[in-house]
């Protein structure tokens, strides 16, 4: 049984509580880890060191030369490619393709495309003229903010975890990372590649545990962390900034979705399937960019249905060890009775249920029965407020609507709480722009999705998100900003 301790100043520690938890395979419902929850002592323990940390060797490191660390951090993690992806699959249930495609190697590259930026980044120059005749010169100073404590969710751990542990390093800061209770896996494995390659102690913090009165919370409303970074839930996102409004630390959020894709009539049909089968359906849905809405023109409606229906009906169940598995299964077994809550919800509601809607059925005896598996789903004839239309369900399912004209469905995509991405199906330019331009989101793709840039701003608006993260977007949250004025 592996057991997955706290990493606190460059040593793997126990839990002074002596409390742990445990962690279940999603995809056979077994334990497969203790994991140690850290409470106040422990928590305290990990800022303090990140505290410290500020002001030693790394703190004194030129910028250049941390850059160059974290670049032998990424090469790092790539050599050990096969040990992050297990630890990843094992925890998450994610079927393999989509960890070594996807997940490990954006890991990899979160730390070397922020170190790379960081070492080219210059600051803004302003001359002024004075009255004087002798002027003033300002300059831009970028400062680390100080301690960062990073927040990070199940669904897709390593990477969502590096993406902000990266520019947070890459600008100077220390962390204490709290990755959630159910994927503490690769987190606790960066720790040993970042003694490997000698990033200093204290820089690198990892506390495990669950988010109300235990790690998280403690972490959030401890007073020297500096600025608190979190993606997840909506509701918890609010949770924390009210946490963090104690002390007026900044927050940078990532948060829930409810995305639309949007299915023009001129759309190339096998594109408009390829883009939303995997916006559906990728990572079994558990995914904040994913679609669980679309809308499609109405003289394309009936052939988008039922070419989707059999792309769903053509995806294959199973755990990381099945082979030639395209789905896995939901990360637990609270969140798998939350996906199966909508699914009757749906039925309930009179839904037209065009596929799924249940739990599959694995011969008697196959493992995957004890696993955390539901249908791929996909459901038409609801009206625009019902709750399977407007709520994050988080699963692999959606809902179909037709439409008749542009300015409806626009008026439809934007009708909702969220913000986070938009993915529009056309063969138009111009109308891709157009419509593109209206969306009320931070990401809208067209004819793709998922197609990620890292130097582009990532985030969402209205209740998707606080603030952008990525490319020299990140400076704005991972540094403070000190304008230096030179009277000349
Ligand atoms: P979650 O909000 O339940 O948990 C996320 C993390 O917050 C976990 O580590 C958890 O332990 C911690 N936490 C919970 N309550 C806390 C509290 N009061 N104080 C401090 N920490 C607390 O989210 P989840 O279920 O792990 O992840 C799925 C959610 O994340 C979905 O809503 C999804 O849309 C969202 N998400 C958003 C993005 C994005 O970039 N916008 C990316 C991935 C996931």
Not at 70 to 81: E, G, Q, S, T
Not at 169 to 189: D, M
């Amino acid at each position: 049984m592996t057991t997955h301790k706290l990493f606190i100043d460059g040593e793997y520690r126990a839990a002074k509580s002596g409390k742990t938890f445990d962690k279940i395979s999603p995809s056979t419902g077994k334990k497969i880890a203790d994991v140690h929850e850290a409470l106040a002592e422990d928590v305290n323990d990990a800022v303090e060191a990140a505290a410290a940390a500020l002001n030693g060797p790394w703190g004194k490191m030129p910028k250049a030369e941390r850059c160059d660390l974290l670049m032998k951090l990424a090469d790092a993690i790539d050599a050990r490619k096969a040990d992050f992806m297990e630890a990843e699959v094992q925890d998450t249930g994610h079927t393999r393709g989509f960890a070594e495609k996807v997940e490990i190697p954006r890991g990899a590259a979160n730390f070397r495309i922020f170190a790379e930026m960081l070492k080219n980044t210059g600051g803004e120059y302003f001359h002024m003229d004075t009255h004087d005749g002798t002027g003033a010169a300002n300059l831009e100073l970028h400062r680390p903010k100080g301690v960062i404590g990073v927040i990070s969710p199940w669904n897709a751990p390593f990477l969502l975890m590096t993406w902000k542990v990266g520019p947070a390093l890459a600008c100077g800061n220390t962390v204490v990372v709290k990755p959630s209770e159910e994927s503490p896996a690769t987190a606790t494995l960066l720790g040993e590649v970042m003694n490997e390659v000698g990033i200093p102690k204290g820089v690198y913090n990892v506390i495990h545990g669950f988010g109300p009165e235990s790690a998280g919370e403690l972490l959030t409303q401890h007073p020297k962390v500096n600025g608190i970074t979190f993606t997840g839930e909506t509701r918890t996102g609010e949770a924390i900034m009210k946490q963090a409004a104690i002390g007026l630390r900044d927050v940078s959020f990532e948060l829930g979705g409810k995305n639309p894709a949007i299915v023009f009539a001129d759309a190339d049909m096998d594109k408009a399937i390829e883009v939303t089968m995997r916006s559906c359906f990728a990572n079994t849905g558990q995914v904040c960019l994913g679609t669980e809405r679309i809308y499609v023109e109405r003289p394309i409606f009936d052939e988008f249905v039922s070419r989707l229906k059999a792309g769903a009906d053509g995806l294959k169940q199973g755990g990381p060890d099945t082979d030639g598995a395209t789905i896995g299964p939901l990360i637990s077994a609270e969140h798998r009775e939350k996906v199966l809550s909508y699914y009757k919800k749906a039925a309930d509601l009179g839904a037209t249920i065009v596929t799924g809607g249940g739990v599959p059925d694995f011969p008697e005896g196959d493992y995957r029965n004890e696993g955390f598996f539901v249908e791929p789903t996909i459901w038409t004839g609801l009206p625009e407020d019902s709750p399977i239309v407007r709520e994050e369900i988080f699963g692999p399912c959606c809902h179909i609507q037709p439409f008749d004209t542009e300015e409806e469905v626009i008026a439809m995509a934007n009708d909702t709480n969220y913000g986070l991405s938009a993915t529009l199906l056309t063969e138009n330019l111009g109308r891709a722009h157009r419509v593109g331009g209206k969306m009320e989101v931070g990401l809208v793709w067209v004819n793709s999705w998922f197609l990620r840039d890292l130097r582009t701003a990532f985030g969402g608006s209205k209740s998707s998100g606080i603030g952008r993260e990525g490319g020299v977007h990140s400076l704005e949250f991972y540094t403070e900003r000190t304008n230096l004025c030179l009277k000349l």
